[in-house]
Every structure is written in C-alpha cells, then in structure tokens.
C-alpha cells in the first residue's frame, strides 16, 4: 500500500463528469456484453454444477458497480433515473445471485460435514464414522439441490422477461449517455469519501475489540449485538440480529471498494476484508440452511445431532471471520485516513 | 518470575534424604488431618451439592503430591514401598475424585447450555428459545446426577474398606521414617530435572505451533495426533486418542511442579500452564458426555440436535485450551532452562 500519486484512468483535469461518464459507460458496455453470455450459460446448465460461470460472474461484477456508483454518487446523478435503475439493478442482482450462492453454501456445508465426519488417521473429525453424518449429507444434498433447482427455474424464466429487456435498454441507453445532474457533475470525491466515512462508522459500531479475542464466544454464545429493547428472542431472530451490523458493513465495505475504484484510489486492503466479511456472511446464511434442515418432520436423532455439529461449527466459522476482521481492520485504519486526505484527480 | 536464591525450607546443607523425608512427613501428616474430615463430608451429603468440600481436597492435595515425589524420586526409595504407595494412592486418587469430577462436569455442561440457550436480550445464544434445550438440560442433568450418586456411593463404601484403613497406616508410618534406599537419599535435582525433561519433551511433540492459530479447528476437525497406523477410526476413539498426548503432558506437568515444590523452586507459570490443561481434559470429558447423552435411545431430534451443539461447543474449549496453552508454553520454556542451571539446594 502505496501513497504514490493517482495515474492512468483519472488524469488531473477531468470532471466529475467525465470521470462518472467514463465509468458507468465502461461498466454498462461490460453489463451488454456479459448478458448474453450468461443467458446462455443459464439456458445449457439445467441444474449443471458449474460453480463461477464466467458470464454470470462478468454481469455480476457490472451490476454491483454499476449500482454501487449510483448510490455513492447519487448527488451527481438525475435522482428519478438513478433511483429506477438501481432499483432494476438490484432486482438483478438478487435474481442472478441466487444459483451461485446456493451452490457455494452446497460445497460450504457439504465440505464442512466431510471435514468433521472424515475418518483418514492423519485428520479424522469429531463426527468420524457417525451414523447420522452420511443421512445428514444426504439430507443437506437434497434441500440445497431443490432451493438451487427452484432458483436455476426463477432465473430461466426472468431472463427471458420483458423487465430484463427493459433493464438491458437502459444500459445501452447509458453506453451512449449518462444522466447527470449538471454537466460537470459536481464533486467527486467528497461523495467518495463520504462513503468511506460510512464504512468507517459502520466497523467502529461492531464489537471490534472483543471480536479480536480469539475464543470469546461471539458466534455461539455471546450474540451482543441484539438491541437490549427487543426483550425474548428465539434463537432464528438473535442470530440474524447480531450478524445485521456485520452484513451492513460488508454492503459499505463493497460501495466504499466501488467508490475508491471510480476514484483510480483502488485499496487493495479493502479486497480482503470484503473476502473476509463474505466468508461472514457465507458462514452465517449456512448455518442458517443447517438449523433449518434440523427443523425437517421425522429425521432421525443421529440425523439432528449431525446437523447440531454443523450448525455449531458454521457459527464458530462466523466467530473466527469476526475474528480476522478484527484484527485486519486496525492495520487498515490509518491507511483509509491517510488516503483520505490529499485527493489525487482534481475535484469538479 | 525471578531467580532469587533458595531460602526457607531448603537450607543448602540438607541432604537428598533429609529434603524428601521432610516433604513427605508434612504431606502424609497433611493426608491423616484431611482423611477424617473428607470422611466426615461424604458421609454427611448424601447427594448434596458442595462444590469443593475443603478435606477432601486437601486430602486430594497431599495424595497428588505425595504419588508424584514417589514417582519423581523413585531412585531415592525403597522400590517396593514406593511403587505400593503409589498404587494405593492411585487408587484412592481415583476414588475420591470422582464425585467432585462429575459436579464440575455437570457445572461445565448445563452453564454451556445455559449460555448457548439463554435469551437474555443483552447476550442470547445461538440456541435462544430452542425447544430442545430444557429436555437436553434435564436428560444431562439426570444422567450426570445418576453417575454422581454412584460414585457417592462407591467412596461411601470404600471410606469404611480395609484397604483405606490400610493406607492410613501406611501414612502414619510415614511420618514416622521414610523407607529411603540409602540415608543419604542419592541426587536430588538430576530426577527433578528428569521430570522437567519429560515435561518439556511431552510438550514439544504436542502441535503446538498449530494450536497457537487460533480457529485451526484442531478440537472439531484436524483430530491429527493420531498415529496413522490405528487405520479408520470412529468418532470416540479419535477424540480419546487426539487428547491422549494433551492429558499425558498434563500428568508430566503435575509431576514437575510437585518435583519443583520438593526442591523449593516453585514455577508459578507451571500453576497456570496446569490449569489450562485441566480445562482441556476438562472439557474433553464433559465433550465425551454430551456425545454419550446423544445416544439415550428415544430421545427427540430437537433434544439431539442441542447435544450437537453443546458436543462442538465443548470441543471448542478443547481447542481454545489448547491455543491457551501454545500462547503460554514457549514463554515459559527460557524460564525453566535458567532454573535447571545452578541448582539452589546443594545436591547430596
């Protein structure tokens, strides 16, 4: 992590204008190009295990920092427009996000229970020949299979929707011309580092410092960050409660990652702390998915007794990302501040 | 932690034989004050719930220490004597520590499950609210009750037994005269010293340095002491055998600090280091419950399920026992090396 002096995209005398311009043109030329790619991909895999299909990845990427410059940047954008097309974006998004997310959750949790059911001598788990462990496989298999199968049919049909055609209008109308405000766009990178401020706020209100601590209990027993007043909560809702302000972070994680990137102030020590907090967040919807197939009519008690493992070793994978993000973050402070300070291309 | 010179209870003169008659003269008289009182406490709690009844930990006490100079300085003995001793006290060891074992056991498991299930809005666990954890709490509250009065039982009828009777004799005549080998009572310090070698070698073949990455996942997933050979294993018999090598240097580091206490070079960290392991086997044992209760036939899922949880729940404190202890070890070894230098009491 260098301070050296911004290059390349961002020469000194553009506008806001020109810059937003320029990268919301790049990044709805990338959203057209990827699209049919992915429809097709979507189109020939009838529930195929392909775990990143490149055309899928490719749009998802244009979407995120698509929608991501229009939220950070909003002041410089026509509000109606902005606001319409990030809402289309988002529709997207979660549609597309569906399939691959399931399949990573499959190997997540799949992998998980291998690990703790394995039975080489050099690394056996503490489910090592347990006769739940192969009926909890099988009954996680099934249950992630059909939510991809239901979602792989969701996508199929969407993309041949009247909404997607409208969305991908839009973004051939935004290869020709961006909808700014006012012609020079205002200021840049005030708006920038209003999102990083954001992100800023967001990490300090997480419990950083016990985080840190490694073995605390925080993804078990120690859910903190339930606000006091919601009184008795089961188990479901403490859960989701106290993982909200790390998901929260992770969405001002990736807009501040997308912001810096308009900015050419790309940090690379954002990457690895928005990794971290995915792997949070992987670990977390798990762990959801295993408590979940726990609840299944007439399992077995070996069955449930599986899936109890599970559930516990997901919740310490969220407690051990918490962890690493704790201790990443501290480092990262200073940077961020630093860069912060001198703006490298010229403010509109 | 200094290195001041030896004072007080070991006058520089004092022979081998002189040193150990004085120890174990103290430790048996210390064992006679405690046998009536801890007769007295078991007989008067049936089923009571004291946490740590003062004699008979004090008997405990002076038992433990008493084996484990036998042990350490077997050379300065009579061999037939001491390895009788020895496994009289062994025998008593066992029996009286069963009962405060399962109390603790039973502390350990249902404050676990407490805290995993509580739903205090300030600090819910991930099972808040679950249906399964009152029955779970009751199924191990029961069977630990159960295997406690047992074990009341037992000491209750042994306390009467002719071979109590017997190693009460056999301490009274220790206070009397020590059966040395020799009067002088041959080298001191070479055996402790021993006992500080195994101590050290016991640990350095432990995973130390993996342990010390926290969330390595050595307690649930990488049961990776086992020796290769024993082929594909179950569940339990990868556990006992993944914690062997960690209760094995736990009996090492008991020995050493008995053997440091007899020459006057107490190590305060070595008290530290014990408990940590004390919390290892400690938890393991109530790991190995929990897994046992999950068995009970006819049990629900749900009660299944939550045994799960607290099962990985006590294999965490496995783990994070044994991060504690790699964090604590390599402080402490320079600290040992400078002990075994110039020995303080002069050898005989």
Redesign the interface.
């Known amino acids: 992590m260098t301070d050296a002096p911004m290059t390349a995209s961002g020469p000194s005398t553009a506008t806001t204008g020109e810059i937003l311009s320029r990268h919301l043109t790049a990044q709805a030329g990338a959203f057209l190009r990827a699209l049919p790619q992915a429809v097709g991909e979507v189109g020939s895999r009838p529930g195929a295990v392909v775990h990143a299909p490149a055309g899928t990845a490719d749009l998802l990427r244009s979407v995120r920092r698509i929608g991501g410059a229009l939220h950070t940047f909003a002041a410089s954008f026509d509000p109606v427009w902005a606001q319409e097309s990030r809402t289309e974006l988002r529709w997207l998004l979660n549609l597309l996000a569906q399939e691959p997310g399931y399949l990573r959750r499959s190997t997540r949790l799949l992998g ?1 229970l291998d ?5 080489e ?10 006769a739940g462990a192969p009926k909890a496989r099988a009954l996680l298999d099934r249950q992630l299979t059909l939510a991809r199968t239901r979602a792989h049919s969701t996508v199929l049909q969407e993309l041949r929707s009247a909404r997607l055609h409208a969305l991908a209008d839009r973004m051939t109308l935004l290869v020709g011309e961006v909808p700014l405000r006012t012609p020079d766009g205002g200021p840049l990178h005030p708006q920038a580092d209003a999102a990083l401020a954001a992100l800023t706020t967001g990490a300090q209100q997480l419990p950083l410092l016990r985080a840190a601590t ?2 605390g ?1 925080d ?6 960050s ?10 479901d809702a ?2 989701a409660a106290d993982d909200a302000p790390w998901n929260r972070v992770r969405i001002l994680l990736k807009r501040a990652r997308y912001a810096l990137e308009v900015c050419a102030r790309p940090v690379p020590e954002l990457d690895a702390l928005d990794r971290t907090l995915g792997r949070h967040q992987e670990a977390s919807d798990a ?1 959801v998915t295993a408590a979940t197939a ?1 609840r299944t009519p007439r ?15 997901q ?3 969220v ?2 990302a918490r ?1 690493a993000f704790g201790r990443q973050w501290p480092d990262l402070s200073p940077g961020l501040a630093g860069r912060e300070g001198p703006p490298a291309p010229r403010m509109a």
Do not use: F, N
């Open positions: 998980a690990s703790l059911s394995g039975s001598p050099d690394g056996p788990g503490m489910l090592a020949g347990h490694p073995y209990g993804g078990l027993r120690r859910l903190g339930v606000p006091a007043a919601r009184g008795v909560l089961d188990a403490a859960l762990a726990a399992i077995t008690p070996a069955t449930a007794y599986v899936l109890g493992v599970v559930h516990a070793d919740r310490l994978e407690e051990a962890y």
